[in-house]
């Protein structure tokens, strides 16, 4: 399994969000190149950067920043935030970017997205669905209520839903994010996982949001994760980082 160390950027400093609130902003590294340089000097394979400022205005705030980052990094890059168009990826991708995470775009306009999972690549655009889960569903199971534009709109839509939008074989990398467990490090949503691997075992699922413990990895990796995304527990001192990279 792969890590993905965080590194989430508003005005170019490292914060973590609670639940994906903006007005929940913990700052901890005023530069993200000294953050980046601790996760290459523990010889992670992949970073994940996020454009916050990006994901909350809906366009590219920060490409600039992450495009020097990219050429300072040892590790790949996988970077979103406000991706909205095809200029949006080539810029990244051109920048040295090796992955570039498409979420909003991918719930508002599929056909757009299936498009660029054709052009560029299935291993260069990671679709990142962000959920709410809610057992009020009228079938009584839980339905995953994905989220757009930062967090802040519904789209009216389940998980699965979603998925339907990019049949077997056109998408291969996945992100989902339980947002009520981001920054809570209340452990990953296992149910939400087993239920992702059932259903389409065809994706390589990387999960976000609550990972607390290289214990909790080790569990994601036993369902056959591919990949997870830790932060807080990392710039708190939760997770000891060269143990965690040491999971895969």
């Given at each position: 399994?792969?890590?993905?160390?965080?590194?989430?950027?508003?005005?170019g400093?490292?914060?973590?969000?609670a639940?994906?609130?903006?007005?929940?902003?913990?700052?901890?590294d005023?530069?993200?190149?000294?953050?980046?340089?601790?996760?290459?000097?523990?010889?992670?394979?992949?970073?994940?950067?996020?454009?916050?400022?990006?994901?909350?205005a809906g366009?590219p705030?920060?490409?600039e920043?992450?495009?020097q980052?990219?050429?300072?990094?040892?590790?790949?890059?996988?970077?979103?935030?406000?991706?909205?168009?095809?200029?949006?990826?080539?810029?990244l991708?051109?920048?040295?970017?090796?992955?570039?995470?498409?979420?909003?775009?991918?719930?508002?306009?599929?056909?757009e997205?299936?498009?660029?999972?054709?052009?560029?690549?299935?291993?260069?655009?990671?679709?990142?669905?962000?959920?709410?889960p809610?057992?009020?569903?009228?079938d009584?199971?839980?339905?995953?209520?994905v989220?757009?534009h930062?967090?802040?709109?519904?789209?009216?839509?389940?998980?699965?839903?979603?998925?339907?939008?990019?049949?077997?074989?056109?998408?291969?990398?996945?992100?989902?994010?339980?947002?009520?467990?981001?920054?809570?490090?209340?452990?990953?949503?296992?149910?939400?996982?087993?239920?992702?691997?059932?259903?389409?075992?065809?994706?390589?699922?990387q999960?976000?949001?609550?990972?607390k413990?290289?214990?909790?990895?080790y569990?994601?990796?036993?369902?056959?994760?591919?990949?997870?995304?830790?932060g807080?527990?990392?710039?708190e001192?939760i997770?000891?980082l060269k143990?965690?990279?040491n999971?895969?």
């Amino acid at each position: 399994m792969i890590l993905y160390p965080a590194i989430d950027l508003i005005n170019g400093e490292c914060v973590r969000l609670a639940q994906g609130r903006f007005d929940a902003v913990t700052k901890y590294d005023s530069d993200p190149f000294k953050r980046l340089a601790l996760f290459n000097e523990e010889f992670a394979q992949w970073v994940h950067i996020v454009d916050l400022d990006g994901a909350k205005a809906g366009s590219p705030q920060q490409h600039e920043l992450i495009g020097q980052l990219a050429k300072a990094s040892r590790a790949k890059i996988q970077t979103g935030g406000g991706v909205r168009t095809r200029e949006h990826v080539q810029t990244l991708l051109d920048q040295g970017v090796s992955a570039v995470v498409v979420g909003s775009a991918a719930v508002k306009n599929p056909e757009e997205v299936r498009g660029w999972l054709r052009d560029f690549g299935k291993d260069r655009i990671t679709l990142a669905l962000d959920v709410f889960p809610s057992i009020n569903h009228p079938d009584h199971e839980t339905f995953f209520h994905v989220a757009t534009h930062g967090w802040v709109e519904g789209s009216g839509l389940d998980l699965f839903e979603v998925l339907d939008y990019y049949p077997f074989g056109v998408a291969q990398r996945i992100l989902v994010t339980d947002v009520s467990r981001d920054g809570m490090l209340m452990g990953p949503n296992m149910d939400l996982m087993k239920a992702l691997r059932k259903k389409r075992p065809d994706l390589e699922i990387q999960a976000s949001g609550g990972v607390k413990s290289v214990e909790d990895l080790y569990d994601l990796k036993a369902l056959g994760v591919h990949g997870a995304i830790v932060g807080k527990a990392i710039y708190e001192g939760i997770i000891d980082l060269k143990a965690a990279l040491n999971v895969g």
